[in-house]
């Protein structure tokens, strides 16, 4: 049972890093440091946003609209830290 919450810490933790890698890529992106018409660049933002918007977008339904701030990822990494804590709790007792 200890092999399957180590997989799934692990699991929880790469997409955390996918989440602030895409929020970084997009402002990257948004400030003009990094242009889309480069392939790679473009690979790896349609990636990213492939992997993280399904989970985000409901979440940026519920949350009210800040202007251009998109509080999403933090709401989903707290969300699975909190998710990632409670596995642990159950599986200790």
Same mark, same amino acid.
């Given at each position: 049972?200890?092999?399957?919450?180590?997989?799934?810490?692990?699991?929880?933790?790469? #997409?955390?890093?996918?989440?602030?890698?895409?929020?970084?890529?997009?402002?990257?992106?948004?400030?003009?440091?990094?242009?889309?018409?480069?392939?790679?660049?473009?690979?790896?933002?349609?990636?990213?946003?492939?992997?993280?918007?399904?989970?985000?977008?409901?979440?940026?339904?519920?949350?009210?609209?800040?202007?251009?701030?998109?509080?999403?990822?933090?709401?989903?990494?707290?969300?699975?830290?909190?998710?990632?804590?409670?596995?642990?709790?159950?599986?200790? #007792?």
């Amino acid at each position: 049972m200890v092999a399957l919450f180590n997989l799934f810490s692990t699991l929880i933790t790469v #997409y955390i890093w996918l989440l602030i890698a895409s929020a970084i890529l997009s402002w990257l992106v948004a400030f003009n440091v990094v242009n889309t018409s480069n392939r790679i660049v473009y690979m790896a933002v349609d990636f990213l946003h492939r992997i993280t918007n399904p989970v985000l977008q409901p979440i940026r339904r519920i949350l009210p609209n800040l202007g251009g701030i998109d509080l999403s990822p933090v709401v989903l990494i707290l969300g699975l830290f909190f998710l990632r804590d409670l596995v642990a709790e159950i599986l200790i #007792y």
